[in-house]
């Protein structure tokens, strides 16, 4: 794990004794909902440093953890891995809350909460902008090449070399070359949001196949889908510019046939 999340959960924990004591034991799993939507919910530049230490995190799903209405069909790749921080914290709370007898059990193991605090209403859900991050802005005037234009330079320069051989068939080459320049591993990802924290806003939006992944994709799986249809667009432009690979009215790169659909992660 983490160590920055570690010392993270060791703090919430800490003030969740703190705020429990203080309130003689009331309202413990409203309080510590609170706490871990207080607390939990990171912000890019927060967040990011963590997968760079625990790239496992870029495994999470949203499963059914997403409370925020207007992320739940669609929710960015940080409020996934954020929702299941703070999932895995709630339950890491409810069991201190068991062991100081501040909650209790029925007979078959389901929580059981006082009347007082059944008629609290439900904190709020958690909202993040992950479309902001310092981080990001300031790698951005750093000489040198970052880890993703490296990528997309790598992916470009073996394109050239081989559209020499293959003018005809530039569309299926520039897939071909994506998909073996595409980084699925999170080991290969975290630094990448490390870099550019604002890879945590990107979402699924259809872009990663449903069947495969049921419908729930992992965090890591959707940023791999959008790095792969970056390097696609840039490949199939390069052929425009190439004259191998015809265009609209817009300048819009047209795939041969009725075939329009970008890649699809598999």
Known sequence: MS????RLIERVRADYLVLMEQDDGRYPYTTA??????????????????IAEDPTLLAARRGNLIA?????????VGMIISAN????????????????????????GRLMLNADELKLPEPLAANVDYSVSETARENLVLPGESRLTRV????????????????????SLALQIASEYSL?????????????????????????????FEGDPPAGMIVSAHLTQMV???????????????????????????????????
């Open 68 to 76: 925020s209405e207007s992320e739940r069909e669609n929710p960015s």
């Open 152 to 171: 997309m330079n790598s992916a470009e320069s073996a394109f050239v070399e081989r559209l020499g051989d293959e003018p005809l068939n530039a569309y």
């Open 184 to 212: 699925f591993a999170p080991d290969d990802i975290a630094p990448l949001v490390e870099e550019n924290p604002l890879l945590l806003g990107l979402r699924g939006d259809g872009m990663v196949d449903e069947e495969m």
């Open 85 to 108: 921080i703070a999932a895995a914290m709630m339950e890491g709370l409810v069991d201190v809350a068991l062991e100081h007898g501040w909650l209790t059990v029925d007979g078959d």
């Open 33 to 50: 909902e609170k706490i871990c939507n207080e607390r939990l919910y990171l912000s890019a530049d927060e967040l990011a440093p963590i």
């Open 3 to 6: 160590q920055l999340l570690t």
């Open 232 to 266: 696609v667009s840039q490949l199939l432009e390069l052929a425009v510019e190439r004259g191998v690979l015809g265009s609209d009215s817009s300048g819009h790169p047209l795939p041969p046939g009725d075939d329009s659909a970008g890649p699809l992660i598999h």
